[in-house]
């Protein structure tokens, strides 16, 4: 079973992960264009897939920020719609999870 410190290791490690994965995509995408032509065309293209990866990461990173906070104000395993309790199973999937399974569900509908 993990201990609320287990989650909180567990998250910090996925906010380091995904920081250096944006700060990755950000040196692609910033990166001096080609002089070629057809080269820019294909430069474009994987900028505008390393955006929507970009945005991924923000909301991911979004999420593991605001499950800290809720550690430190103690409302981790609390849904943030219905205010029940989150299944310990559900965290261990998802450790950023703000819903219980029920809310989480309804959202998803």
């Not at 609320?4 to 380091?16: C, H």
């Not at 250096?20 to 294909?42: E, F, G, M, P």
């Amino acid at each position: 079973m993990n201990t609320m410190s287990d989650f909180e290791v567990r998250l910090k490690a996925l906010q380091s992960e995904l920081t250096d994965k944006l700060d990755s995509i950000k040196d692609s995408v910033t990166k001096k264009a080609n002089t070629d032509w057809s080269d820019q065309a294909q430069e474009r293209e994987n900028d505008e897939v390393l955006d929507a990866l970009g945005n991924e990461v923000r909301r991911e990173l979004n999420l593991v920020n605001s499950a800290l906070h809720r550690i430190k104000t103690g409302e981790y395993q609390h849904c943030e719609d219905c205010g029940q309790s989150i299944n310990p199973s559900r965290l261990n999937v998802m450790p950023y999870t703000q819903h219980c399974i029920e809310c989480a569900t309804k959202h998803d509908k």
